[in-house]
């Protein structure tokens, strides 16, 4: 079966420091990639995505994941944080096309010092 | 963009009443839906995927008879939590594969449900 890791729980950034979320899925076939972030008392939001061509992907914000396959990994990056990042993000996978099922991570919990 | 709707956003019951969640598609038609459950501070589990006139595929461990869903139009799929229970209390979440030619799915605002 599909699952989605997230290793870090919760992590603490100053503003303008670097952010690296980790992701690592199994499945040995051909998946789609997203992250979604969850603002305090807001609903999903998409990020960004990855469904095939260039493993870098650049969504929204500034935030960007690169896919690695050989490693089943989808890392979240942004290279300078800021306080209003402050939210919940998670890694997702699905099947094929929106009409897949998405398996979503644990999430992490990002707190941005100001 | 597309845009997905949820109803009620917050409902407080007794303990053994059932509540009807709404989930709309308002600017496209969803063939797929699907509804998860959030529980504070957790992820979203996939509860089951809803199909357009046919019936629900529930994920393992989600009780069908508990968690009725009915997804009548291409724009609407209902989930009714039956003689609902404190433990039922939860954040339901909802979103619908997009519209032809965008594939990606989008996520309603969710139903905050506590169950007294």
């Known amino acids: 079966a599909q699952s989605v890791s997230q290793h870090n729980h919760h992590v603490i950034l100053s503003e303008a420091a670097s952010l690296e979320l980790g992701c690592n899925y199994s499945?040995?076939?051909?998946?789609?990639l997203f992250w979604y972030v969850q603002y305090p008392g807001q609903h999903l939001q998409l990020l960004l995505k990855?469904?095939?061509?260039?493993?870098l992907v650049k969504g929204i914000k500034g935030f960007e994941a690169e896919f690695i396959k050989s490693k089943f990994s989808f890392n979240l990056r942004k290279p300078s944080v800021q306080w209003s990042d402050t939210a919940e993000y998670f890694c997702?996978?699905?099947?094929?096309?929106?009409?897949?099922?998405?398996?979503f991570g644990s999430g992490t919990r990002l707190s941005i010092r100001p | 963009g597309a845009v997905v709707s949820q109803h009620p956003s917050r409902v407080i019951c007794k303990s053994g009443t059932s509540v009807k969640i709404e989930c709309r598609s308002l600017?496209?038609?969803?063939?797929?839906m699907f509804w998860y459950r959030q529980f504070p501070k957790k992820s979203l589990m996939l509860m089951a995927t809803?199909?357009?006139?046919?019936?629900?595929?529930?994920e393992q461990g989600v009780e069908k008879d508990k968690f009725l869903i009915n997804h009548a139009s291409l724009t609407l799929s209902t989930l009714t939590v039956t003689s609902a229970h404190p433990e039922d209390s939860s954040f339901y979440i909802c979103?619908?594969?997009?519209?032809?030619?965008?594939?990606?799915?989008?996520f309603g605002p969710g139903t905050r449900l506590t169950v007294l």
């Open positions: 997702a996978v699905s099947l094929y096309s929106s009409a897949s099922k998405i398996i």
């Open positions: 990855y469904f095939s061509g260039d493993p």
């Open positions: 979103s619908a594969g997009g519209p032809v030619g965008v594939d990606e799915q989008f």
């Open positions: 809803s199909n357009e006139g046919s019936k629900a595929t529930y």
């Open positions: 600017d496209f038609q969803a063939t797929t």
């Open positions: 499945y040995g076939g051909t998946v789609n």
